[in-house]
C-alpha cells in the first residue's frame, strides 16, 4: 500500500478546505462513514468542531480514527471469550 499522501478537497461551512492523510487513515475514516452512516462532509465536520485549538485537522482526523480504531478494539475483545 502506498505510504503517500492523499488529498482531498471538501467543503466545510461554506469554505473550500483540503485534507492530506496517508492512504490507511483515508480507509478507517471510510470505514467510520460506513459504520455510523454519515457522510465524509458530515464525520469532518464533526471531528473538525471538537479540535483542540492549534490542532491541524489532518491531525485531528487521525487521532479520531485511531480512537475509533482502538474503541472497536476493546469492543471485539470484549466479545470474545478469555
Do not use: C, Y
Request: aromatic share 4%; proline share 4%; no cysteine.
Amino acid at each position: 500500500m502506498s505510504r503517500h499522501l492523499r488529498k482531498r478537497s471538501l467543503i466545510l461551512a461554506g469554505h473550500d478546505t483540503s485534507v492530506a492523510l496517508e492512504p490507511a487513515f483515508w480507509t478507517v475514516l471510510e470505514r467510520m462513514i460506513a459504520h455510523q452512516n454519515v457522510t465524509l462532509v458530515q464525520l469532518v465536520t464533526q471531528v473538525d468542531a471538537t479540535r483542540v485549538p492549534d490542532q491541524s485537522l489532518a491531525s485531528a482526523l487521525r487521532v479520531h480514527a485511531v480512537e475509533w480504531l482502538q474503541q472497536h478494539i476493546q469492543s471485539q475483545s470484549l466479545k470474545e471469550p478469555l
